[in-house]
């Protein structure tokens, strides 16, 4: 079948919105509207995930599960960012590897949903279904009728956020921000008292190293632009495929089509079956495309998906975040990697530890364990020396604000603490201490037996 940006709709089971007229038109102002992001930094991000790949960087893909509009603050926002500076600094001043820093933001405002419907209770108490809340490009959080109704209009609504957020977080990171010369920029306030003394002292040891590099660099007179600024770039799932084709373009001099809604879409656990929607319009793009795996796919599937997805095996295109939970990833990554190994495919392995670790507390609360999350990780790195590949980075849910969704690890929550600030609309996020002990644990383990 030949693919165009609309060829996935022929393969989707039902429509979301019943409402064709108002989808047409919301669409029609999407493709009106100038792209969110540019050819020119798609392809620099495929030449970086191609040095990934080859074990000469590392990936940090992180934000919320869900953005919502109403989070798109200057706090909420810069708080993201300075954790990910942060974590990055820790992982490069270990590895001696430059990050790719990529922000779970700019457009991660739709959710999958096992159940597009749910039955709540209506306020004359009697039970009423619903459209599941399928996040904000979709349709709204609180639970009546109205608020359900998936509506077209948030499609412009959730484009023009992300212009919002996008446009203060280029402004921030090139406008010296992110300037490895001012850390202190990177701060979050008083916050640093949350961090374990272990951490709060591993995060001042790399920012002292770091440091030591810059005034060494002043004192010879080197002049580098790696020096004085950082790349950053966006990422959502591809879920909402109307919102992503409608943004679906080509470009003056280059081949083909690219994806300009975000940098780095990708294609989530529920989503990625081989004859579904999802996967025809991946197929199509240019953008490099993250795929989820979870612990039931197999090697076999693995490489059909990356055969229909990147089927010249080009570098820099396919990146494969795997989400298997703390205890399979020993019984279950292996067959994959040894399977891609086996067949010669370029591909960044990425550990997803959050998504697998997941679990239900027995006052019906959704949680992690820090200590599941950061053993996925090491679990993985150690899976990945063992079998002679690369160990390409992670993929987590955190944010800036002092939630407590996440439990264990060093700040040591446990199941009764997580109704004091439990805000997600979605996954549980780790916090500020808690992303700081995974960057830390991350660097550890990724030093350890070298
Ligand atoms: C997510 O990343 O928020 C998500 C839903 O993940 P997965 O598709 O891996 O379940
Ligand atoms: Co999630």
Known sequence: MEWTPDSWAAKAATTLYPDTEALAVAKAKLASLPPLVTSWEVERLRELIAEAQDGKRLWLQGGDCAESLVDCTSDIVTSKLKILLQMSLVLLDATKKPVIRVGRLAGQYAKPRSNPFETVKGSDGTPVELHSYQGDLVNRHEAN?????????????????????????????????????????????????????????????????????LDLAAALDVRDAALTGVEFFISHEGLN?????????????????????????????????????????????VNPVGVKLGPKATADEVLRLIEVLNPSNAAGKIVLIARIGASKVREVLPGWVRAIEHAKKRVLWVCDPM?????????????????????????????????????????VELTG????????????????DLTRNYATLCDPRLNYAQSIELAVSMARALTAAE
Request: hydrophobic share 35%; charged share 25%; with cysteine.
């Open 241 to 285: 495929l109307h919102y992503e084709e409608a943004q679906t373009r080509r470009v003056p001099r280059r081949q083909g089509y690219y994806d300009l809604t975000t940098h780095f879409p990708w294609i989530g656990e529920r989503t990625r079956a081989l004859d579904g929607p999802h996967i025809e319009y991946f197929r199509g793009i």
């Open 401 to 416: 604000e002092n939630v407590t969704e996440c439990v264990g690890g060093a700040m040591g929550l446990a199941d009764d």
């Open 145 to 213: 009728a109205a608020a359900r109704r998936p509506d077209p209009m948030r499609l412009v609504e959730g484009y023009h956020h992300a212009a919002m957020t996008l446009n203060f977080v280029r402004s921030l990171v090139h406008g010296g921000f992110a300037d490895p010369h001012h850390p202190e920029n990177w701060e979050l306030g008083d916050r640093a008292q949350e961090l374990a003394t272990e951490l709060r002292n591993a995060y001042g040891r790399a920012r002292e190293s770091l440091r030591r590099v």
């Open 355 to 395: 998504h697998a670790n997941t679990r239900g507390t027995a006052a019906g609360i959704k949680t992690r364990d820090v200590g599941d999350v950061v053993s996925e990780v090491s679990a993985s790195i150690a899976v990945h020396r063992e079998l002679g590949s690369v160990f390409g980075g992670v993929h």
